[in-house]
């Protein structure tokens, strides 16, 4: 059946592709479809089209009739490709269930991890792989992934008795629990689902699959993506593409894990790779900002083929889409695969860099900068430097450069009733989360205690232009208080504080920088479009 002139369900990765639209199928789906016939590893996987969201929304938030052989159809497929069977209690295919819309939305809507997991397929993948803390790991992660998306149960239930265990067991994270106390965390997460919502966690897999595509797309009209469409003036999109994709597994081994690659460095504009991994971790840990990430440089010692084989990928792609690209990706015991490629979010002045930089590379044409840099004011960039001697408070990992000064503001709303006040403000945050944006968009910075500066709402802050630093290890939110220590030292709400997104540093107060003017770039640029002109 065709909507439109469009297939209702494509596959790629899974032989010979299908043809992918981004306007039916999502840049997500659309880019990994052209990506999978230049030779680069990603996961097989099957898409839903635009057009069940909308007839979702139409019909009153009712599923399409069809949906049922859809996913039987496109599970076939996958399943035909792995050689797994899913909800299989000796051979499990997991499955990811992710959105697409055809506008870059970055953590904006939602992602379900593992699906396909129960009590009895999860021993079926015991036995299939022989590793029981990564059965065990992937099913409490699927139990709190389906409480709190599917079902909207708050993260704070999980998250507490992960902690206790921790605790417990007396480690710093969560990848150093062993395969008995993560069979026990299951336990009680499955005790906690059930006393939160009433019913067991659902044990058949075409249940879940079907309540985990309802949840994509329904998250297409949730606060926060309704908050970034119109913060970033997107309309007329018609809705998100839902795409089914085999998980790979960042959390199966010592040589097994997640990051996010930009292939420049998406503030400064620097030609370097910039990387953020997590060993042991599935994909979302480090694209949410509630986990902070391995160095790079540990990454590279560690696995130095993967680390190359990344470079010469990322190249690749830059060259091919002839734009700096955002790259998620998973190393499953040593094996690369490519979970999304998109062009990077990035500042005023990097896009202005990289663009000036990509011409110089034969990467692209004058005239293909004038066009990246369409949206750009040019003449209204600077590059601020901080000029104090005086000793920072706090340090964190820089992730958005520049440097604001601003009273401190604890939570969106207050951001934004303070910056109708007049103030300038600085959003301080446990973990940088999507949930933010309008609280973003009202502060100069944004300075977290948690998360790595390639999270969602780390790469949205870049695209407003905003300073932002996360990970700041020193800080301490006390909410309830309104107030934060920064290494011991007390700010209470409204407090000024001056954040360095260049050097990732924290001041006490207002302290002097400078403003300077990328002259010889913007001089550049202008003398090119003069060029086109003549």
Request: net charge negative; proline share 5%; charged share 25%.
């Amino acid at each position: 059946m065709t909507v439109k002139g469009y297939p209702r369900l494509v596959t790629f990765g899974c032989g010979l592709p299908d043809s992918v639209p981004a306007e039916e199928f999502g840049n997500k789906a659309a880019n990994l479809a052209t990506i999978a016939t230049q030779g680069v590893k990603v996961p097989p996987a099957f898409c839903l089209g635009v057009s069940l969201c909308e007839e979702y929304f139409k019909s009153g938030k009712k599923l399409p009739p069809d949906l049922p052989d859809l996913l039987k159809a496109g599970i076939s497929r996958l399943e035909k490709t792995t050689g797994l069977s899913f909800g299989n209690s000796r051979k499990p295919m997991l499955v990811s269930v992710r959105s697409g819309a055809p506008v870059s939305m970055p953590g904006v809507m939602e992602t379900i991890l593992n699906v396909g997991l129960s009590r009895e397929s999860v021993r079926g993948l015991i036995s299939f792989s022989g590793n029981p803390r990564f059965a065990w790991d992937s099913y409490r992660r699927l139990i709190q992934n389906f409480g709190e998306v599917i079902c909207g149960h708050p993260s704070a239930l999980y998250r507490t008795a992960l902690h206790a265990a921790m605790e417990r067991e007396g480690v710093a994270d969560e990848v150093e629990l062993d395969a008995l106390t993560l069979r026990e965390l299951a336990y009680e997460y499955e005790r906690i689902y059930s006393l939160t919502e009433g019913q067991k966690f659902p044990e058949q897999a075409t249940e879940q699959i079907g309540l985990a595509v309802e949840a994509v797309i329904r998250s297409w009209e949730s606060p926060r993506a309704e908050a970034f469409r119109r913060l970033n003036l997107i309309r007329e999109v018609r809705g998100t593409a839902v795409t089914i994709q085999n998980m790979v597994f960042g959390n199966i081994g010592t040589r097994s894990g997640a990051g996010v690659a930009f292939t420049r460095n998406p503030w400064q504009g620097d030609s370097r790779i910039l990387v953020d991994f997590k060993f042991g971790a599935q994909g979302e840990d480090v694209v949410s900002g509630d986990q902070s990430a391995t160095t790079q440089d540990e990454f590279r010692e560690v696995l130095p083929d993967v680390y190359h084989e990344l470079l010469d990928t990322a190249k690749k792609l830059e060259v091919f889409f002839k734009d700096m690209q955002d790259l998620e990706f998973t190393v499953q015991d040593g094996e690369l695969f490519i979970l999304q490629t998109r062009s990077g979010k990035r500042s005023p002045y990097a896009a202005l860099k990289i663009a000036a930089d990509l011409c110089h590379e034969g990467i692209i044409s004058p005239q293909d900068v004038i066009w990246m840099l369409r949206e750009v004011d040019i003449d209204a960039i600077t590059i601020e430097s901080v000029q104090t001697h005086d000793h920072p408070i706090g340090v964190g990992i820089p992730a958005s450069g520049g440097v604001a000064a601003g009273a401190i503001a604890f939570s969106t709303p207050r951001a934004e009733e303070m910056e109708s006040e007049g103030q300038d403000v600085i959003l301080v945050r446990e973990t940088p989360s999507p949930d933010d944006i309008p609280g973003i968009q009202a502060s100069r910075a944004l300075l977290t205690a948690r998360g790595a500066r390639t999270a969602h709402a780390a790469v949205v802050a870049r695209q407003m232009g905003k300073v932002c630093v996360v990970g700041c290890e020193g800080l301490v939110l006390e909410e309830s208080r309104r107030r934060c220590l920064i290494s011991g030292q007390e700010f209470s709400e409204g407090s000024i504080i001056t954040v360095d997104g260049n050097s990732g540093r924290i001041f006490r107060g207002e302290v002097e920088y400078s403003t300077d003017r990328p002259s010889r770039l913007i001089d550049m640029v202008r003398e090119w479009e003069r060029g086109l002109q003549m």
